[in-house]
């Protein structure tokens, strides 16, 4: 799949490296953000990996032998971004230091294996494996499935590719000036290799890694599962308890116009106006007039729901289940800007 | 003990990718015409080249520029035999096979019949395969010379030099270090598995073993990419790798770069269509 010089024109090539260029961009700023410094080890080990699978001759059924290109493990273990960088990476490193695939459609091949391919495969693991636990055997099935397919829609690429050149570039007389085969022809003689064995071996290499990863190391599939944890049932748990929570939450705020049915004030909490009009009782027989300090600092503030209940609401019940709802929502507001903040500062730490 | 092929087939093939590197190399570091010149003007010139090559529609013009290739080897003393095993002969088979039948499905003018009827060659079947094929050998050829002839950090730092994110230099240098690394990996791994097999694996067998290698191989990468992060977090890595080297060029590279593209623009000019 990858193309040598020659094969394509100059303008196919410009408009390729402009499209793998827009990607590049946006993976190395996402993968900044994402890893910080750790991304360069991190994509430069996963690449020079990407490169040796690349070497392992895989037996296929009929006797023949196929080269996966890692792209699909790349993904799931580091996600389209990652992915997309690593295998670009290896293929710059193919075409500069050994010499396969061409400098001038260096583009279109990052294009058509690492970004292409890397995104269909993720797209396909995540929709595939979509809620499985990390050491379900459905992953396995994603895995092999997402190789096949992102290996099969690179190649239909690089067919696609190959085959408008003699529509776009000919000469005069009508021959071909670079591919010469149309998109009848170019198509199935591209894919009927990548359908047989190369997708197979794709398949093959990314099942045995995600297999053998989740007996090793299952950590490593956590990054893209779409799970917050990789123990499920403490996921699960999680998830209960906070069922629970809001459940909970939700009936007390039901309750809350019980409040009304308690008569009086409770002991202590006596406002200027109730010292001044409720009937002289043990706790205030011995006061002849309000305290002074208590009926200045009584204006200072006035709340915007005296009473638990709003000015315009005129039944109380419905007041206090209000003012319940309010209080719950402006709590909820308060812990999310406290946790974002935090997050944020502890995100800057990291990154120092 | 049985050699398996999968087995044998992956061992042969890291064996030449490594025996490849290290020819690389060897001959980067001998004296020649183009090991003498700035990296920079190397990939620069030799780049602008191969633009040329696939932008000339004359195959007289690109067989002029092949031509020039070769005498550029020669220059570097770069064995013709080494181009003609590792470039000529392997795209001459693989671009032949490709644009053979193009001699005789693309519609045109028929000049040479055969003895299957309809069947003929066609003039621009013709002009079109041979096109091709001069203009591939020519792209490969310029491409392997310069692999050959300029060390991979000088590559690096011509890189640098012209703005590439200092991230993916620093990544293409270390993913150049770590290959040699993980292949030799790889491969005691799989000699190691062939020295304890006996007898002949079936195939889904020899699948899992590879996939079982490739797995471990996985684990190590994942390891050791911890791990050269943490050594590189103890030696002060702030997210920049400076060059030391001496970034002047000097006035034989400029010399040298104004030829190599006043060269492409002249192919590109007299092989316009």
């Given at each position: 799949m990858h193309i040598p010089d020659g094969y394509l024109s100059p303008s196919t090539c410009a408009v390729m490296y402009t499209a793998a260029g827009a990607a590049w961009y946006a993976s190395l700023n996402r993968v900044r953000r994402n890893f910080s410094a750790r991304f360069v080890p991190l994509i430069s080990v996963f690449a020079a990996f990407c490169f040796v699978i690349m070497m392992f001759n895989l037996p296929l059924p009929g006797g023949t032998t196929g080269h996966a290109v890692g792209v699909t493990i790349a993904s799931i273990v580091l996600g389209p971004s990652g992915a997309i960088l690593a295998a670009s990476i290896a293929l710059a490193l193919q075409a500069l230091f050994f010499g396969d695939g061409g400098i001038t459609t260096l583009g279109a091949n990052c294009f058509n294996i690492a970004v292409t391919g890397s995104l269909v495969a993720y797209a396909v693991y995540r929709v595939i494996a979509a809620g499985a636990p990390l050491k379900a055997r459905r992953r396995i099935v994603a895995g092999a499935v997402a190789g096949y397919i992102a290996i099969n829609v690179s190649a239909l690429l690089t067919a696609v590719e190959f085959g408008i050149q003699p529509a776009l570039f000919h000469n005069a007389e009508g021959a071909p000036l670079y591919a010469p085969y149309p998109l009848h022809i170019a198509i199935p003689a591209m894919m009927l290799g990548h359908l047989l064995v190369a997708g197979f071996a794709e398949a093959a290499i990314t099942a045995a890694l995600v297999a053998f990863v989740q007996s090793a190391?299952?950590?490593?599939?956590?990054?893209?599962?779409?799970?917050?944890?990789?123990?499920d049932e403490l996921q699960g748990a999680k998830s209960k308890s906070l069922k629970q929570l809001w459940v909970t939450v939700a009936l007390l705020m039901c309750l809350t116009?019980?409040?009304?049915?308690?008569?009086?004030?409770?002991?202590?909490?006596?406002s200027a106006n109730d010292l001044s009009s409720a009937p002289a009782t043990s706790a205030n027989a011995n006061l002849e007039q309000t305290p002074s300090g208590l009926l200045r600092l009584s204006t200072v503030w006035t709340a915007p729901?005296?009473?638990?209940?709003?000015?315009?609401?005129?039944?109380a019940a419905f007041g206090y289940l209000l003012s319940a709802m309010f209080a719950v929502g402006l709590l909820m507001l308060c812990s999310w800007l406290a946790q974002r903040i935090f997050r944020q500062r502890h995100s800057v730490e990291i990154s120092r | 003990m049985t050699q398996t092929r999968g087995f044998a087939s992956t061992l042969i093939g890291i064996t030449c990718a490594l025996g490849t590197a290290l020819v690389s190399e060897t001959t980067a570091r001998q004296p020649g015409l183009l090991q003498s010149i700035d990296p920079r003007t190397c990939l620069l010139g030799l780049s602008a080249l191969i633009l040329a090559v696939t932008l000339a529609h004359k195959i007289a013009v690109v067989a002029a520029i092949f031509v020039a290739a070769i005498f550029l080897g020669l220059a570097s003393h770069v064995a013709i035999t080494t181009l003609a095993l590792r470039v000529w002969l392997p795209v001459l088979l693989f671009t032949g096979v490709i644009a053979s039948p193009a001699l005789f499905i693309t519609p045109g003018t028929p000049v040479l019949g055969t003895?299957?009827?309809?069947l003929h060659i066609t003039s621009q079947g013709l002009w079109s395969a041979t096109l091709l094929i001069v203009r591939v050998e020519t792209a490969a050829t310029l491409a392997t010379l310069l692999v050959l002839t300029t060390p991979w950090m000088g590559i690096l730092r011509a890189l640098r030099f012209w703005r590439v994110p200092s991230e993916v230099v620093m990544m293409l240098a270390m993913t150049h270090r770590y290959i040699f690394l993980l292949a030799e990996t790889a491969s005691q791994m799989l000699e190691s598995r062939e020295s304890r097999t006996v007898g002949v694996l079936d195939q889904s067998t020899q699948r899992r073993v590879m996939g079982q290698t490739a797995g471990v191989l996985l684990g190590k990468s994942m390891e050791l990419g911890n791990g050269v992060y943490l050594a590189m977090q103890s030696r002060g890595f702030r997210g920049d790798a400076p060059v030391l080297t001496d970034s002047h060029m000097r006035r034989r590279d400029y010399l040298m770069l104004t030829v190599f593209l006043a060269s492409g623009a002249v192919a590109v000019w007299i092989g316009r269509a």
């Open positions: 190391n299952p950590s490593l599939l956590l990054a893209t599962s779409g799970l917050s944890t990789g123990n116009p019980f409040g009304i049915l308690a008569a009086g004030t409770a002991w202590g909490e006596w729901m005296p009473g638990y209940a709003p000015r315009f609401v005129k039944s | 003895p299957f009827g309809t």
